[in-house]
């Protein structure tokens, strides 16, 4: 079974800028990588960490730290996007997630690659409109949007639940800063004395 897919040809330094987008897991972690040129993003990779065969938890999280940490050093990164952890009702499997959690931030952050994190249902209405989709319908949205062959897809709906993270933060850095105006008549005269007799 792959692990991995790398789409792009071209060199890190092609690109404006590079968003990594993790999907934290203890058994299956997900990554995927878009570039940006202009305002065009484009896939350059994606891919899962296996982690399930490794009984010892924590040596799941050193695989974690080197793999996120490997990955970051070879394809260099500008920003990393990471999907929040969900909350459920098991502490201990909450507990576990937040674990692998934090650690692929801290390897990210040994590279000094800046991280925002997402939470589920707003990657999700980033890509498809729709906050409750089906993992199955964000991969569909991606291979549309960012016209993935779909040899090229991988079983595993953790590396399109990562490339979903980048993407959504693709979407949101490249909103325009609204304006804080005043919100009210009274907020405008107490800012501006000397535009109003």
Same mark, same amino acid.
């Given at each position: ?65 080197? +793999?996120? #940490? ?7 990164? /500008?920003?990393? &996007?990471?999907?929040?952890?969900? $909350? ?61 062959? +779909?040899? #090229? ?7 399109? /639940?990562?490339? &979903?993270?980048?993407?959504?933060? $693709? ?27």
């Amino acid at each position: 079974m792959r692990n991995n897919v790398d789409v792009s040809t071209e060199s890190p330094r092609e690109w404006d800028k590079i968003i990594i987008g993790i999907d934290p897991g203890t058994n299956v972690m997900g990554y995927g990588l878009i570039g940006v040129k202009g305002k065009k993003p484009v896939i350059i990779a994606m891919g899962v960490i296996t982690l399930s065969k490794m009984e010892d938890h924590y040596m799941k999280l050193n695989h974690i730290y080197q +793999r996120v #940490q490997g990955i970051v050093d070879h394809y260099l990164p /500008d920003e990393m &996007a990471i999907e929040a952890p969900f $909350f459920g009702k098991n502490v201990q499997s909450m507990l576990k997630l937040g674990r692998a959690q934090g650690v692929a931030m801290a390897a990210a952050l040994s590279r000094q690659v800046p991280i925002t994190e997402y939470e589920p249902r707003k990657i999700k209405m980033a890509i498809t409109g729709n906050g409750g989709a089906s993992k199955e319908q964000v991969r569909e949205m991606l291979v549309r949007i960012l016209n993935i062959p +779909r040899e #090229q897809l991988l079983p595993q709906l953790d590396s399109t /639940d990562a490339l &979903a993270a980048a993407l959504c933060h $693709f979407y949101e850095s490249s909103r325009p800063v609204k304006a804080a105006g005043p919100k009210s008549w009274k907020e405008f005269v107490a800012r501006n004395p000397d535009k109003v007799k």
